[in-house]
């Protein structure tokens, strides 16, 4: 049963520490999302990526927080210096592009970030 | 630009009863329309999708959609809750780069006992 992992799922830091989020796609999608959700704004596309390669990255502050794609099977999500207002749930999703068309996309479990 | 509404920030029904969660999109072209779920601390679920053809899609746990073109919209439906489905409920659309989806605010379903 091919499923979307993400590391850590619970995160606690202080304010102005570094924090990385870590993110297996299921193998054989070449399309990589980065979400962030929050009582308030709810569900936020961030960031993603196709075959590696950074698409859109419009909705991540881009003074802080960066998104990178090491290999096919490690998406990382970095947050420095990390601030009480990043704290949220963090998802990364995978979904296979067909003809520039993305379908379905699979989610992680979610990294629960806490800053204080 | 795609986009989706869900007018409801939460719907109440009993177990055993017809359930309801309406979505209604806005789209230039073809819409391709998804349902996901969110269970509490878990990431969101693919329920099921429309993309062509029938207009009552049938997905996973025994959900289903109704795609209405003249009325724009494509709610959920169940026909009989369980308290398990007690949820967060997000309706979906292709975005016209077709790359991402654009998700609507979400609805919590409860079901009661």
């Known amino acids: 049963d091919a499923r979307v992992t993400q590391t850590p799922r619970h995160k606690v830091t202080e304010m102005g520490q570094e924090v990385t989020m870590r993110c297996q796609p299921i193998l054989g999608h070449n399309t990589v999302f980065w979400y962030r959700q929050t009582m308030m704004q709810g569900l936020e596309l961030l960031a993603y990526?196709?075959?590696?390669?950074?698409?859109?990255d419009s909705g991540m502050p881009k003074d802080r927080f960066s998104a990178e794609m090491p290999d096919a099977t490690l998406a990382t999500l970095k947050i420095q210096p990390s601030e009480p207002r990043d704290s949220a749930v963090y998802f990364c999703a995978s979904g296979l592009v067909i003809r520039d068309t993305t379908y379905e996309q699979y989610f992680g479990p979610g990294t629960r970030l806490t800053v204080t | 630009a795609q986009s989706v509404a869900q007018p409801e920030d939460q719907v109440k029904v009993a177990e055993g009863n017809p359930l309801t969660v309406k979505c209604t999109y806005s789209v230039s072209g073809n819409p391709y329309l998804f349902w996901y779920v969110q269970y509490p601390n878990r990431g969101l679920q693919f329920l099921l999708k429309y993309i062509t053809g029938d207009n009552l899609v049938k997905g996973s746990y025994g959900f289903e959609a109704e795609f209405n073109k003249s009325q724009t919209s494509f709610h959920l439906k169940k026909p009989s809750a369980l308290v398990s489905d007690s949820a967060l409920y997000f309706c979906a659309v292709r975005d016209t780069g077709f790359q991402k989806l654009v998700f609507g605010t979400g609805t919590r379903l409860l079901v009661s006992p």
């Open positions: 990526f196709r075959n590696r390669a950074p698409l859109d």
